[in-house]
Each structure stands twice: as C-alpha cells, then as structure tokens.
C-alpha cells in the first residue's frame, strides 16, 4: 500500500513544526503540503527547515484548498476559525480531518459535526495516549463512585495558551460526566471566587494555572469523607500529541465517514 500523504496546517507553529519532524521519521507517511494563513512570515519558506531538518522540496503555502486536495489527510492543531475552514475543504476533497485545536464553539461543533457526514473526522482534545487512558478511567472511577465523591480537575498550561479550561480538561470534564450519567454543563463549575457558599453535591470543578512553559499537566481528583483519589498525566514533550495525531491520520485511512476520536483510534 503506498505512503498516506498528510497534509499539515499552521506549519510555522510549535506543533505544526513537531508534526513535520514526526512525518519525517514515520514509515507509511509522508507530508504532501504544509500551510499558514495568508501573510505569514513563513510563506514561501520550505517547511523542513523550519523544523530544523534537510530540505523536503515542500515550502509552506496558504493555499489551503489545493494542499488538501493533494492529500489523503490533514492535520489540524489551528484555531476554531482555521478548523472550521479546513473541515469544509477536507469534506469537500472526502479525506481523513485529524483535528487537535481546542476553544471550540457550539457553532464549530456544529459544522466539523456537518463535515463528517463526507468525510472521516477524528477530533479530540488531546492526542497522546497517556491522556485518553486518564480519560478512560476517569470515566470509570467516576461511574463507580457515588456523588459524595466531589470531582475536581486541575490543569496547567504556559503562558502563551490563550483558552480555559484545556481542551484535555473539559475532555475530562466530559468522560467524568458520563461515568456519573449527567450533562457537564448543568454539573460544570469554570470560577470560584468570594463568598461562594458550600460545594453543590454532584459538581464538577475546573482550575486552570498558567505559568512558564508547561507543556501540559492534568490532574483529576475524587475527594470523598476521609479519602481522596488522584490520577495525573504530566507532559514532557509535544511529540506525544504529534505521534497520537499521525497515529489517528493512518487508523482514519479508509474509515469513510464520520466523526471519530482518539478513543476509538486507540480502540479504548
């Protein structure tokens, strides 16, 4: 079978550049265009030296519609605005969307949702394993414990992430939710701040810290009477998210469509 040809979206970026180095050194896979939104610096630029390796020959573009068109999947950690964009573009040529943005809207939702019923969509809030087993069991812990068991979780970012909570955190916040049968948004509590009287039975708190250049660190926490569970993933690396993110690009590979997570790449 040949190479699956991935396409990558804000190339210029942290992870666009970590999915360039990833592309490179994974067999099966090779990277057919890289874009960045109209007048970025990087334009022009071939996108293999901006992640610190040899010349591909493939130099960054903002013509996203033919780089998608060229390929059988494109990876996406951009902003709500780019993903929407780039979901009508990956539906429209019929081929595998990995999307890892976060700060997703109703709306967004709504139209990657629509985008999906023409192409395979893989959409999660993290990529790497490690985090969708957490989820797994956060899941599991929270089904098996009653609501006396308060749940709580706590993530940290850098300085530069510009959304609260994570998408990994509400992606937490979601599994736990259905572990306990409710909606997270009528259990979901994002603030705390003066008199805010007692903890609501059946609650989910979220705390988001920002600071440095944390790559990422969740912690889920069940607090009963006397006990307290806490189960943490800690990441040290962005070639995790990248890694699960190409993993996703060849699970889709043929799925059709349908909108898909890592839970199901993984088969958790």
Same mark, same amino acid.
């Given at each position: 079978?040949?190479?699956?040809?991935?396409?990558?979206?804000?190339?210029?970026?942290?992870?666009?550049?970590?999915?360039?180095?990833?592309?490179?050194?994974?067999?099966?896979?090779?990277?057919?265009?890289?874009?960045?939104?109209?007048?970025? @610096?990087?334009? #022009?630029?071939?996108?293999?030296?901006?992640?610190? +390796?040899? @010349?591909?020959?493939?130099?960054?573009?903002?013509?996203?519609?033919?780089?998608?068109?060229?390929?059988?999947?494109?990876?996406?950690?951009?902003?709500?605005?780019?993903?929407?964009?780039?979901?009508?573009?990956?539906?429209?040529?019929?081929? $595998?969307?990995?999307?890892?943005?976060?700060?997703?809207?109703?709306?967004?939702?709504?139209?990657?949702?629509?985008?999906?019923?023409?192409?395979?969509?893989?959409?999660?809030?993290?990529?790497?394993?490690?985090?969708?087993?957490?989820?797994?069991?956060?899941? /599991?812990?929270?089904?098996?414990?009653?609501?006396? *068991?308060?749940?709580?979780?706590?993530?940290?970012?850098?300085?530069?992430? $510009?959304?609260? @909570?994570?998408?990994?955190?509400?992606? +937490?916040?979601?599994?736990?939710?259905?572990?306990?049968?409710?909606?997270?948004?009528?259990?979901? $509590?994002?603030? /705390?701040?003066?008199?805010?009287?007692? /903890?609501?039975?059946?609650?989910?708190?979220?705390?988001? +810290?920002?600071?440095?250049?944390?790559? #990422?660190?969740?912690?889920?926490? *069940?607090?009963?009477?006397?006990? /307290?569970?806490?189960?943490?993933?800690?990441?040290?690396?962005?070639?995790?998210?990248?890694?699960?993110?190409?993993?996703?690009? $060849?699970?889709?590979?043929?799925?059709?469509?349908?909108? *898909?997570?890592?839970?199901?790449?993984?088969?958790?």
């Amino acid at each position: 079978m040949s190479d699956i040809k991935i396409a990558v979206t804000g190339a210029a970026g942290r992870m666009g550049r970590e999915l360039v180095r990833i592309i490179a050194e994974t067999d099966g896979v090779t990277l057919s265009g890289a874009t960045e939104p109209a007048g970025s @610096p990087h334009l #022009g630029t071939d996108v293999a030296t901006l992640a610190g +390796l040899s @010349p591909s020959g493939i130099t960054v573009t903002s013509d996203a519609a033919t780089a998608i068109a060229a390929s059988d999947a494109v990876i996406d950690f951009t902003t709500p605005q780019a993903t929407v964009e780039i979901a009508a573009l990956a539906a429209k040529a019929g081929i $595998v969307h990995v999307i890892g943005t976060t700060g997703l809207g109703e709306n967004d939702e709504a139209a990657i949702e629509a985008a999906s019923r023409h192409a395979t969509v893989i959409k999660a809030g993290n990529m790497s394993l490690g985090v969708n087993l957490l989820t797994s069991v956060t899941r /599991r812990i929270a089904e098996a414990l009653d609501a006396d *068991f308060d749940i709580e979780i706590v993530e940290m970012h850098h300085r530069q992430k $510009v959304d609260a @909570p994570s998408g990994t955190a509400l992606m +937490l916040g979601q599994a736990a939710a259905k572990g306990r049968g409710i909606e997270l948004t009528s259990a979901s $509590v994002r603030t /705390r701040d003066g008199h805010t009287g007692p /903890r609501r039975r059946g609650d989910i708190g979220f705390a988001t +810290l920002r600071g440095g250049s944390v790559i #990422g660190d969740h912690t889920v926490i *069940f607090a009963g009477d006397g006990e /307290r569970i806490e189960i943490t993933h800690r990441a040290g690396d962005r070639s995790i998210f990248a890694r699960g993110a190409v993993k996703a690009a $060849v699970w889709g590979r043929g799925k059709g469509p349908g909108l *898909f997570n890592m839970s199901d790449v993984l088969g958790l």
